[in-house]
Protein backbone atom coordinates (compact mmCIF):
# COMPACT_ATOMS: atom_id res chain seq x y z
CA UNK A 1 0.00 0.00 0.00
CA UNK A 2 1.08 3.74 -0.83
CA UNK A 3 -0.04 7.23 -0.49
CA UNK A 4 -1.79 8.30 -3.63
CA UNK A 5 -1.97 12.13 -4.32
CA UNK A 6 -5.50 12.24 -5.61
CA UNK A 7 -5.59 16.37 -5.91
CA UNK A 8 -2.74 15.61 -8.05
CA UNK A 9 -4.15 12.77 -10.41
CA UNK A 10 -7.59 14.65 -10.43
CA UNK A 11 -5.46 17.99 -11.89
CA UNK A 12 -3.54 15.98 -14.57
CA UNK A 13 -6.90 14.50 -15.71
CA UNK A 14 -8.37 18.05 -15.48
CA UNK A 15 -5.53 19.19 -17.43
CA UNK A 16 -5.97 16.91 -20.07
CA UNK A 17 -9.65 18.01 -20.42
CA UNK A 18 -9.13 21.47 -20.11
CA UNK A 19 -6.75 20.59 -23.50
CA UNK A 20 -9.41 18.67 -25.10
CA UNK A 21 -11.41 22.17 -25.11
CA UNK A 22 -8.49 24.53 -26.19
CA UNK A 23 -6.83 22.39 -29.34
CA UNK A 24 -8.81 23.90 -31.39
CA UNK A 25 -8.82 27.61 -30.07
CA UNK A 26 -6.47 30.58 -30.93
CA UNK A 27 -5.67 31.79 -27.22
CA UNK A 28 -3.42 29.08 -26.66
CA UNK A 29 -0.54 28.95 -29.12
CA UNK A 30 -0.13 25.31 -30.58
CA UNK A 31 3.43 25.09 -30.30
CA UNK A 32 2.41 25.65 -26.92
CA UNK A 33 -0.35 23.28 -26.54
CA UNK A 34 2.07 20.57 -27.94
CA UNK A 35 4.30 20.77 -24.89
CA UNK A 36 1.36 20.91 -22.25
CA UNK A 37 -0.15 18.11 -23.89
CA UNK A 38 3.14 15.92 -24.13
CA UNK A 39 3.53 16.99 -20.01
CA UNK A 40 0.46 16.13 -18.96
CA UNK A 41 0.25 12.63 -20.62
CA UNK A 42 3.77 11.68 -19.72
CA UNK A 43 2.72 12.87 -16.06
CA UNK A 44 -0.77 10.64 -16.02
CA UNK A 45 1.29 7.75 -17.49
CA UNK A 46 3.51 8.08 -14.63
CA UNK A 47 0.45 8.01 -12.17
CA UNK A 48 -0.96 5.12 -14.13
CA UNK A 49 2.20 3.50 -13.98
CA UNK A 50 1.98 3.54 -10.02
CA UNK A 51 -1.11 2.55 -9.77
CA UNK A 52 -1.33 -0.51 -11.73
CA UNK A 53 -3.51 0.75 -14.29
CA UNK A 54 -1.67 -1.05 -17.06
CA UNK A 55 -4.05 -0.43 -20.40
CA UNK A 56 -4.12 3.51 -19.16
CA UNK A 57 -0.36 3.57 -19.11
CA UNK A 58 0.06 1.60 -22.03
CA UNK A 59 -2.16 4.19 -23.93
CA UNK A 60 -0.47 7.00 -22.32
CA UNK A 61 2.63 5.59 -24.20
CA UNK A 62 0.99 5.39 -27.49
CA UNK A 63 -0.22 9.02 -27.34
CA UNK A 64 2.37 10.78 -29.19
CA UNK A 65 0.65 15.26 -28.71
CA UNK A 66 3.37 16.55 -29.54
CA UNK A 67 4.11 15.11 -33.37
CA UNK A 68 0.14 15.17 -33.99
CA UNK A 69 -0.13 18.94 -32.73
CA UNK A 70 3.57 20.04 -35.14
CA UNK A 71 1.74 17.61 -37.78
CA UNK A 72 -1.36 19.31 -37.72
CA UNK A 73 0.13 22.93 -37.92
CA UNK A 74 2.34 21.98 -40.82
CA UNK A 75 -0.23 20.94 -43.14
CA UNK A 76 -2.63 22.86 -41.88
CA UNK A 77 -4.65 19.57 -41.66
CA UNK A 78 -7.33 19.04 -38.72
CA UNK A 79 -7.04 15.05 -38.88
CA UNK A 80 -4.14 14.56 -36.38
CA UNK A 81 -6.00 16.76 -34.00
CA UNK A 82 -8.96 14.67 -34.44
CA UNK A 83 -6.49 11.95 -33.92
CA UNK A 84 -4.91 13.54 -30.72
CA UNK A 85 -8.33 14.12 -29.32
CA UNK A 86 -9.87 10.60 -29.60
CA UNK A 87 -6.49 9.55 -28.41
CA UNK A 88 -7.03 11.98 -25.38
CA UNK A 89 -10.77 10.86 -24.65
CA UNK A 90 -9.82 7.30 -24.62
CA UNK A 91 -6.76 7.47 -22.33
CA UNK A 92 -9.18 9.64 -19.98
CA UNK A 93 -11.99 7.03 -20.65
CA UNK A 94 -9.55 3.84 -19.59
CA UNK A 95 -8.29 5.94 -16.33
CA UNK A 96 -12.36 6.07 -15.38
CA UNK A 97 -13.10 2.27 -16.18
CA UNK A 98 -9.42 1.36 -14.35
CA UNK A 99 -9.88 3.20 -11.22
CA UNK A 100 -13.18 2.17 -11.26
CA UNK A 101 -11.99 -1.37 -10.55
CA UNK A 102 -9.77 -0.40 -7.19
CA UNK A 103 -10.66 0.34 -4.24
CA UNK A 104 -9.45 3.53 -2.38
CA UNK A 105 -9.74 4.32 1.20
CA UNK A 106 -9.99 8.07 2.64
CA UNK A 107 -8.49 8.39 5.74
CA UNK A 108 -10.34 11.62 7.51
CA UNK A 109 -8.19 15.15 8.22
CA UNK A 110 -8.69 14.70 12.03
CA UNK A 111 -6.92 10.76 11.47
CA UNK A 112 -3.85 11.23 8.61
CA UNK A 113 -1.35 12.16 11.70
CA UNK A 114 -1.79 8.98 12.69
CA UNK A 115 -1.19 7.15 9.73
CA UNK A 116 2.41 6.44 8.78
CA UNK A 117 3.81 9.57 10.76
CA UNK A 118 7.14 11.09 9.86
CA UNK A 119 7.96 11.77 13.73
CA UNK A 120 7.98 9.08 16.18
CA UNK A 121 4.08 9.16 17.46
CA UNK A 122 5.31 8.53 21.31
CA UNK A 123 7.72 11.16 20.96
CA UNK A 124 11.98 10.45 20.35
CA UNK A 125 12.51 9.18 23.82
CA UNK A 126 9.70 6.24 23.67
CA UNK A 127 11.81 5.42 20.16
CA UNK A 128 14.90 5.22 21.01
CA UNK A 129 13.86 3.74 24.72
CA UNK A 130 11.30 0.91 23.79
CA UNK A 131 12.78 -0.58 20.50
CA UNK A 132 10.45 -3.94 20.94
CA UNK A 133 7.54 -1.73 21.10
CA UNK A 134 8.51 0.94 17.79
CA UNK A 135 6.42 -1.48 15.33
CA UNK A 136 3.46 -1.84 17.38
CA UNK A 137 3.40 1.80 18.26
CA UNK A 138 2.85 2.59 14.75
CA UNK A 139 0.87 -0.14 13.95
CA UNK A 140 -1.09 1.07 17.20
CA UNK A 141 -1.92 4.46 14.88
CA UNK A 142 -2.07 2.96 11.78
CA UNK A 143 -5.21 1.10 12.80
CA UNK A 144 -6.63 4.18 14.72
CA UNK A 145 -6.44 6.08 11.52
CA UNK A 146 -8.50 3.24 9.53
CA UNK A 147 -10.82 2.66 12.15
CA UNK A 148 -9.71 -0.60 13.08
CA UNK A 149 -10.85 0.44 16.42
CA UNK A 150 -10.32 -3.48 18.92
CA UNK A 151 -6.88 -3.61 16.64
CA UNK A 152 -5.52 -0.47 18.04
CA UNK A 153 -6.01 -1.91 21.19
CA UNK A 154 -4.39 -5.44 20.39
CA UNK A 155 -1.23 -3.09 19.63
CA UNK A 156 -1.59 -1.17 22.63
CA UNK A 157 -1.22 -3.73 25.20
CA UNK A 158 2.18 -5.05 23.30
CA UNK A 159 3.13 -2.27 23.55
CA UNK A 160 2.07 -1.91 27.28
CA UNK A 161 3.85 -5.29 27.97
CA UNK A 162 7.26 -3.92 27.16
CA UNK A 163 6.49 -0.59 29.83
CA UNK A 164 5.49 -4.09 32.23
CA UNK A 165 9.27 -5.57 31.75
CA UNK A 166 10.79 -2.75 31.77
CA UNK A 167 8.96 -1.81 35.34
CA UNK A 168 9.87 -5.44 36.10
CA UNK A 169 13.62 -5.51 35.55
CA UNK A 170 14.06 -2.16 37.13
CA UNK A 171 12.42 -3.96 40.26
CA UNK A 172 14.83 -6.75 40.20
CA UNK A 173 12.52 -9.02 38.34
CA UNK A 174 14.15 -10.29 35.04
CA UNK A 175 11.02 -12.47 33.71
CA UNK A 176 7.93 -13.70 34.68
CA UNK A 177 5.48 -16.13 32.66
CA UNK A 178 2.62 -13.76 32.57
CA UNK A 179 1.28 -10.20 33.09
CA UNK A 180 -0.75 -11.68 36.32
CA UNK A 181 3.17 -13.14 37.25
CA UNK A 182 4.80 -9.62 36.58
CA UNK A 183 1.94 -7.61 38.36
CA UNK A 184 1.85 -9.88 41.38
CA UNK A 185 6.03 -9.56 41.92
CA UNK A 186 5.31 -5.88 41.28
CA UNK A 187 2.90 -5.17 43.98
CA UNK A 188 5.02 -7.26 46.38
CA UNK A 189 7.95 -5.31 46.20
CA UNK A 190 6.62 -1.93 45.81
CA UNK A 191 4.19 -2.22 48.74
CA UNK A 192 6.78 -3.78 50.85
CA UNK A 193 9.05 -2.38 53.75
CA UNK A 194 11.54 0.16 51.76
CA UNK A 195 13.46 1.21 55.08
CA UNK A 196 16.49 -0.61 54.18
CA UNK A 197 16.50 1.35 50.43
CA UNK A 198 19.01 4.15 49.71
CA UNK A 199 17.35 7.35 49.88
CA UNK A 200 17.60 7.91 46.02
CA UNK A 201 15.36 4.16 45.65
CA UNK A 202 13.10 5.09 48.65
CA UNK A 203 12.19 8.75 46.41
CA UNK A 204 11.40 6.62 43.72
CA UNK A 205 9.08 4.22 45.57
CA UNK A 206 5.86 6.60 45.34
CA UNK A 207 6.53 6.28 41.14
CA UNK A 208 6.82 2.81 41.12
CA UNK A 209 3.50 2.73 42.91
CA UNK A 210 2.09 4.74 40.38
CA UNK A 211 3.11 2.89 37.68
CA UNK A 212 2.35 -0.28 39.23
CA UNK A 213 -1.29 0.96 39.40
CA UNK A 214 -1.66 2.09 36.27
CA UNK A 215 -0.62 -1.55 35.10
CA UNK A 216 -3.22 -3.09 37.39
CA UNK A 217 -5.64 -0.88 35.89
CA UNK A 218 -5.20 -1.26 32.32
CA UNK A 219 -4.91 -5.12 32.98
CA UNK A 220 -8.53 -5.30 34.33
CA UNK A 221 -10.04 -2.64 31.92
CA UNK A 222 -8.49 -3.21 28.77
CA UNK A 223 -6.29 -6.19 28.89
CA UNK A 224 -8.17 -8.75 29.91
CA UNK A 225 -11.07 -7.95 28.22
CA UNK A 226 -9.29 -7.73 24.72
CA UNK A 227 -7.48 -10.88 24.84
CA UNK A 228 -10.39 -12.71 26.04
CA UNK A 229 -12.71 -11.61 23.30
CA UNK A 230 -14.47 -10.10 25.59
CA UNK A 231 -15.19 -6.52 24.42
CA UNK A 232 -14.61 -4.80 21.10
CA UNK A 233 -14.11 -1.25 21.35
CA UNK A 234 -15.56 2.18 19.08
CA UNK A 235 -13.52 4.60 17.97
CA UNK A 236 -13.56 7.44 21.04
CA UNK A 237 -12.40 4.70 23.57
CA UNK A 238 -9.55 3.64 20.90
CA UNK A 239 -8.11 6.87 21.09
CA UNK A 240 -8.51 7.39 24.47
CA UNK A 241 -6.49 4.37 25.41
CA UNK A 242 -3.84 5.64 22.56
CA UNK A 243 -3.40 8.89 24.46
CA UNK A 244 -3.60 6.67 27.77
CA UNK A 245 -0.69 4.23 26.74
CA UNK A 246 1.33 7.43 25.08
CA UNK A 247 1.35 8.84 28.69
CA UNK A 248 2.46 6.52 30.60
CA UNK A 249 5.11 5.37 27.72
CA UNK A 250 6.34 8.56 28.18
CA UNK A 251 6.14 8.64 32.03
CA UNK A 252 8.99 5.56 31.65
CA UNK A 253 11.08 7.14 29.67
CA UNK A 254 11.20 10.51 31.39
CA UNK A 255 11.93 8.24 34.73
CA UNK A 256 14.91 7.08 32.35
CA UNK A 257 13.36 3.48 32.35
CA UNK A 258 14.15 2.13 28.73
CA UNK A 259 14.95 -1.50 27.10
Known sequence: MFRFDAHHFVGVCANIGQLLMDLRTDHIPQEMSAKIADDGVALIGKHCEELGLELSAQQAKRVNAKDAIL??????????????????RDLLQRVSDEMAARLFLHVPINKARYYEPKEPPFGQAVFDGFPSAIDDVFEAGNCLALDRDTAVVFHLM?????????????????????????????GTIVEGDWKSKTADERARQ?????????????????????????????????????????QFMNRLADAGLHE
Not at 225 to 230: E, K
Open 206 to 246: PLYKELAGDLQAVKFAWRNPTMHIIKKYDADEAAQIYAAVK
Open 158 to 186: RVMEAGLKVLGKELGIPYAPSWESYLRQI
Open 71 to 88: QAISIQNPSPLNQLEASL
